[in-house]
């Protein structure tokens, strides 16, 4: 049940572009994305609620494929703030339960 | 305004014990919820409170129960400490009507000896 996230870890320059994929098994009524820096709890970013829908902020966006069960995380021209260990969060169509994906640790190095 | 804050920030017990850590949701949040994570995992989902009642609850054994106060605040209570309860303990808060949008607290970090 709980969602699968890729890659498990990258590393990016400064500037560089990534994404990374969350799938699950289970039919999803909204996908949310958290960072987490070491040693801090998890920070909101964004949540999508509607297949297809697209959202973003800064240089940071996602999507959501309602029908493939599938989210995907855009970062651009990343920063150095941007490293730390990203988590999907999803909620399933029926219940209020959230599953936290596997995680995919994201280092920017300078 | 403050955010979500919890405590205490680290606790050690034995196995065995009991242990209680506390949440006080960000003002104008109503929904708490518990999460547990080990090292280098993800947050597992423990239960859910709203209006004072536990409303949604992941697989946690009964070990593990919860309370919500009038005021929104939040307990975790964990009985007969095991050496796997160790891990940050999550609280996050959501606003009135929007549950699904979740805020995070520091985190209480147990470890059982």
């Known amino acids: 049940q709980q969602p699968v996230q890729s890659p498990q870890a990258v590393i990016l320059r400064e500037g560089e572009d990534a994404v990374i994929n969350c799938s699950s098994s289970?039919?999803?009524?909204?996908v949310h994305w958290y960072r987490q820096k070491h040693g801090e709890a998890p920070v909101f970013l964004m949540i999508?609620?509607?297949?297809?829908e697209q959202k973003g902020h800064d240089k940071i966006s996602a999507s959501f494929n309602e029908k493939k069960q599938q989210s995907s995380l855009y970062l651009t021209a990343s920063q150095l703030s941007y490293s730390g260990t990203y988590f999907c969060?999803?909620?399933?169509?029926?219940?209020?339960?959230?599953?936290f994906g596997t995680g995919t640790s994201l280092t920017v190095i300078p | 305004d403050a955010g979500v804050t919890q405590s205490p920030t680290h606790l050690i017990k034995t196995r065995g014990q009991q242990v209680t850590l506390r949440c006080s949701p960000k003002s104008g949040h109503d929904t708490v919820s518990w999460y547990q994570q080990a090292l280098g995992q993800g947050p597992q989902f423990i239960f859910q409170?709203?209006?004072?009642?536990?409303?949604q609850r992941g697989n946690f054994p009964d070990r593990f129960s919860g309370h919500q106060f009038p005021n929104y605040s939040s307990e975790l209570n964990v009985n007969a400490l095991l050496l796997g309860d160790s891990a940050l303990y999550l609280c996050a808060s959501s606003p009135a009507g929007h549950w699904n949008e979740q805020f995070f607290g520091p985190g209480t970090r147990l470890t059982v000896l």
């Open positions: 409170y709203y209006e004072e009642e536990e409303r």
């Open positions: 969060g999803t909620q399933r169509a029926t219940g209020n339960q959230f599953y």
């Open positions: 289970k039919a999803l009524y909204s």
């Open positions: 999508l609620l509607k297949g297809g």
